[in-house]
């Protein structure tokens, strides 16, 4: 439905090997997993998702810009490991128009202290992580209300 507003959910590096790489921290669920509960709830709140999943950077920046292009309503980014790291997202954020979620499966301040910083969420509107899956859901809803 060409009314329906979308939100962007962009996800960061190994993250396509959710389920596998340490459930302990990330959980079972797979991204697609994620996916499909994320566009079932979207459905219920009046929203459409478009899901992409890259382990480049630049393509994060890319799809941010294309976000800002082509109207969504907010865009939630899980950057993964360039959370800490990326310079070129915290800018590629800064400079759009479109509001940004940050959101993680686990709590990064409880995990090692280099995961502390995110210069992802110096830009962002706002953050929500720790609660596994959940986190997108939160996240998507809060899309819903700005």
């Given at each position: 439905?060409?009314?329906?507003p979308?939100?962007?959910?962009?996800?960061?590096?190994?993250?396509?090997?959710?389920?596998?790489?340490?459930?302990?921290i990330?959980?079972?669920?797979?991204?697609?997993?994620?996916?499909?509960?994320?566009?079932?709830?979207?459905?219920?709140?009046?929203?459409?998702?478009?899901?992409?999943?890259?382990?480049?950077?630049g393509?994060?920046?890319?799809?941010?810009?294309?976000a800002?292009?082509?109207?969504?309503?907010?865009?939630?980014?899980?950057?993964?490991?360039?959370t800490?790291?990326?310079?070129a997202?915290?800018?590629?954020i800064?400079?759009?128009?479109?509001?940004v979620?940050?959101?993680?499966?686990?709590?990064?301040?409880?995990?090692?202290?280099f995961?502390?910083?995110s210069?992802?969420?110096?830009?962002?509107?706002?953050?929500?992580?720790?609660?596994?899956?959940?986190?997108?859901?939160?996240?998507?809803?809060?899309?819903?209300?700005?």
């Amino acid at each position: 439905m060409a009314d329906t507003p979308i939100v962007y959910v962009l996800n960061g590096p190994n993250l396509n090997l959710l389920g596998m790489r340490e459930p302990e921290i990330y959980g079972h669920e797979t991204l697609d997993d994620i996916a499909d509960r994320l566009e079932d709830h979207a459905r219920e709140i009046g929203l459409s998702v478009d899901m992409r999943q890259s382990n480049h950077e630049g393509h994060l920046v890319d799809w941010l810009h294309e976000a800002n292009a082509g109207g969504a309503k907010a865009v939630i980014l899980n950057a993964g490991a360039f959370t800490h790291t990326s310079i070129a997202l915290h800018d590629a954020i800064k400079a759009i128009a479109v509001p940004v979620i940050e959101v993680h499966l686990s709590n990064p301040h409880k995990r090692e202290e280099f995961r502390h910083q995110s210069f992802v969420g110096r830009a962002a509107k706002g953050t929500i992580a720790g609660f596994g899956p959940l986190s997108y859901v939160l996240a998507l809803d809060a899309a819903a209300k700005l």
